[in-house]
């Protein structure tokens, strides 16, 4: 969908290096996503956001961190401490209204690589 | 919490014939069954979805049935067309209403 952005589309990581992935949408939804895709697999959540300045961790958020200042925005930030990193990253947002499971709508990927 | 199964993991069907694929979910009060479809590196996109209130959605030559005493639903896919091609994603809500995603279905069409 051309309402949700993310970049880069390809990142390189060096040891020891934290590493921001971008997530911006404009269709007014009120909760994103993050996912973490590796190859012949299922998406698994890292965290969620159903409001500005709050959110929650997935299965996978160790080695993870995300921050949501702005409806808009939801980055999300590869620390050190995540030793595998290498996957696809998927952004995704909905319009939030939890008792009626919205469809989400998914960025195009990031796709992360350990140098 | 919810567990979803996704069979069969690879599929390869004759163009033109059907395709079925099927997920089976844990969470009993689970309302709202996702299919998306992901091409090869790009985004999954959702191409159908079914709400507990219903037995059966179409939408031309995709169909989605959910069964909830047995707790499963299934993508059918009529008249495949090379353009079917891709990996197919079953999801259902956990108790918190995120989704939980099958494994996936890589659907092959052979010409």
């Known amino acids: 969908d051309g309402g949700i952005t993310q970049s880069p589309k390809y990142l390189f990581r060096k040891e020891g290096q934290n590493v921001t992935l971008s997530c911006e949408q404009n269709?007014?939804?009120?909760?994103m996503y993050w996912y973490r895709q590796d190859p012949g697999q299922g998406l698994r959540l890292i965290y969620y956001?159903?409001?500005?300045?709050?959110?929650q961790k997935g299965d996978i958020a160790e080695g993870y961190s995300v921050s949501r200042e702005k409806k808009e925005s939801f980055p999300l930030t590869v620390t050190s401490a995540q030793k595998n990193p290498t996957a696809f990253y998927l952004c995704?947002?909905?319009?939030?209204?939890?008792?009626?499971?919205?469809?989400?709508?998914f960025g195009d990927g990031t796709r992360l690589s350990i140098l | 919490g919810e567990n979803v199964e996704q069979h069969p993991s690879t599929l390869s069907v004759q163009e033109g014939d059907s395709a079925v694929i099927k997920c089976t979910y844990s969470?009993?009060?689970?309302?709202?069954f996702p299919w998306y479809k992901q091409e090869l590196g790009k985004r999954p996109q959702l191409i159908i979805d079914?709400?507990?209130n219903v037995g059966e959605k179409k939408d031309q030559r995709i169909a989605v049935t959910l069964n909830k005493t047995a707790k499963h639903f299934s993508l059918h896919i009529t008249e495949t067309q090379p353009e079917d091609s891709a990996v197919y994603f079953c999801?259902?809500?956990?108790?918190?209403?995120?989704?939980?995603w099958g494994a996936g279905t890589k659907l092959i069409i052979k010409p």
């Open positions: 995704a947002s909905t319009m939030g209204d939890r008792g009626l499971n919205q469809p989400q709508h």
């Open positions: 269709l007014n939804h009120d909760a």
């Open positions: 956001s159903q409001i500005v300045n709050d959110f």
């Open positions: 969470d009993s009060a689970s309302n709202y």
């Open positions: 079914i709400r507990s």
């Open positions: 999801a259902a809500p956990d108790s918190n209403y995120q989704l939980i």
